[in-house]
């Protein structure tokens, strides 16, 4: 990997638009004190079938509005090319330049993934629809997606997505620094120039943590998973154990040359705020 200057990195913050008043109250406080740190931009999910599309659009234009970037995510699966591109008009009348395109995950109880079937058709789709208006980031995955047959298949289906018209990539979230370095290694061998950005998932709640884990396919170190089991419930020494642990893997991260980093908040500010100061990255 070849160093990237702090000037080029791009740093950016995750949320999952709320579903309740609490919710968007919650998270209006949590994006006001990680915009105190200056990101590059906010991210905001998109729920499978667009089910939280309005939520979505909402969040992202709440945040653009106080005057930072924010990106809406948008999802392919269950979903027609018609209300696709019924979404990209809306944002594009918004103003909105930059996107999130990803697969998703089929509903529960829909058994029909819908007319884009991946991520590389939906981002070809949004190059065909609005052709250059969208900054277009994609997913990739340094410890193979769920679905991954074989290692080699990952990193071809990531050229598809470049290929089809990407320009930068977030990684799923991980704690092997060496995966991220051996799979940026793989794609540029294979041509692949773009951008691609750490997914960082701080740690408050190991039991959460494991859940989404299993379910994602993010590997868990066993070192890692023995020493979070044996604080039970002592919630204090796993968060500081946490942040311990992933403030050291974006050290290493960042001083191999990694891109930036782009944090999963899961809607709170206070372990990527504390993560960021001690890293003592500019605001």
């Known amino acids: 990997m070849s160093a990237t200057s702090s000037a080029q990195r ?21 994006w006001q004190q990680l915009a105190l740190l200056k990101p590059r931009f906010f991210s905001v999910t998109f729920g499978a079938g667009g089910s939280t599309q309005a939520g979505t659009l909402d969040t992202v234009l709440e945040i653009r509005k106080a005057g930072h970037q924010a990106a809406p995510h948008l999802s392919c699966v269950a979903s027609s090319k018609a209300e696709i591109a019924a979404i990209l008009a809306q944002y594009k009348a918004s103003g909105i330049r930059h ?17 884009l079937r991946y991520a590389n058709e939906l981002v070809a789709f949004i190059r065909e629809t609005t052709g250059d208006w969208f900054h277009i980031e994609v997913g990739c995955y340094p410890e193979y997606h ?17 290929d089809a018209g990407a320009n930068a990539a977030i990684t799923q979230y991980f704690y092997n620094a060496d995966a991220y370095f051996r799979f940026v290694d793989e794609s540029r061998a294979a041509g692949i120039t773009i951008p691609i950005v750490p997914g960082i998932m701080p740690i408050g709640n190991f039991s959460q943590l494991a859940r989404f884990s299993d379910a994602c396919g993010a590997e868990i170190p066993r070192w890692m998973r023995i020493k979070f089991e044996g604080y039970r419930d002592d919630s204090a020494s796993i968060r500081a154990f946490g942040l311990d642990v992933v403030s050291a893997l974006c050290e290493k991260l960042l001083a191999a040359g990694a891109p ?8 709170q500010a206070a372990l990527s705020t504390e993560i960021w100061q001690r890293l003592k990255l500019e605001a």
């Not at 996107?99 to 007319?115: Q, T």
């Not at 769920?146 to 289906?157: C, F, L, S, Y």
Request: aromatic share 12%; glycine share 10%; net charge positive.
């Open 99 to 115: 996107i999130v395109a990803l697969r998703g995950d089929l509903p529960s109880g829909v058994a029909m993934a819908g007319e």
């Open 10 to 30: 791009t740093f950016s913050f995750e949320f999952f638009p709320p579903k309740t008043p609490e919710g968007k109250d919650k998270l209006r406080a949590t």
């Open 146 to 162: 769920p679905q991954t047959r074989n290692a080699g298949d990952e990193v071809k289906n990531f050229r598809k997505k470049v």
């Open 260 to 267: 930036g980093l782009h944090f999963y908040t899961l809607n």
